[in-house]
């Protein structure tokens, strides 16, 4: 029987046809790239731990350089201490509105370099139009910023999205997070230009109020939970 090729049931059946190719197409070239997807990610999260304690990295080194820098890594607090550290997706915990704060897994990772010890800490906070988030690296006394590193999914250029930026990062080196006594003090953002030396402030930037004060509400919120911990094993 001859296929009549200009009724509708042939039209149809065409387009129910090709849907179903194009769809398997796009999920074997999804589960392709997957592993691609994955490497990149974890890359790009070696190197933002590695810059912390400002050493460069690149993807091609990615993999060697966090190898040799980060000797170990551990959850100092949350509901999976057995987990591996590096795998917590701090970012979707950050996002569970349903999960306590108490239940949020807080990984530590320490690094040596040059015969010193670093603490890297993540941070997760949001900015004017989105997630925002960081690494900052305290000393071996536990309470000095070595470094920081900041970025972002969508600040607005020229703006808030300036935090990712040295100019901006580079503020925090030599604050400290704690008083002599060892009770957490945060580090304040301020936009009357006197955050320039070591005075727990920094400046915020111009025109983007909202991602700064981001920044110094996820630094505030999240070093406090490890400045508790560090303050616990002295």
Known sequence: MAINKNSNGYTFGFAVLMVAVVGTLLAVASQGLKSRQDKNATDKKMISILSA?????????????????????K???????????????????????????????YPLYICEKEGNKYFVIP???T?????????????????????????????????????????????????????TTGTFQPIIVVKDGSGSGLNSKVDGITGGTITSKGVEEMTTRTLEVYANYFKSIN
């Open 53 to 73: 304690i400002n050493v460069e990295a690149t993807r091609d080194n990615a993999q060697e350089m966090y190898t040799k820098y980060v000797v170990d890594s």
């Open 127 to 179: 900015g004017l139009w989105g997630p925002i988030w960081g690494f900052v690296a305290l000393e071996s006394d536990y309470k000095t910023i070595y470094g920081a590193t900041f970025d972002h999914k969508a600040e607005t250029p020229g703006l808030g999205a300036e935090i990712k930026y040295t100019s901006y990062s580079d503020q925090y080196t030599g604050e400290v997070i704690t008083d």
């Open 75 to 105: 959850i100092i607090s949350g509901k999976d201490l057995s987990a591996n550290p590096f795998d917590i997706d701090i970012k979707k915990e950050f996002r569970d509105k349903n999960l306590e704060l108490t239940d949020r897994n």
């Open 123 to 125: 941070v997760i906070g």
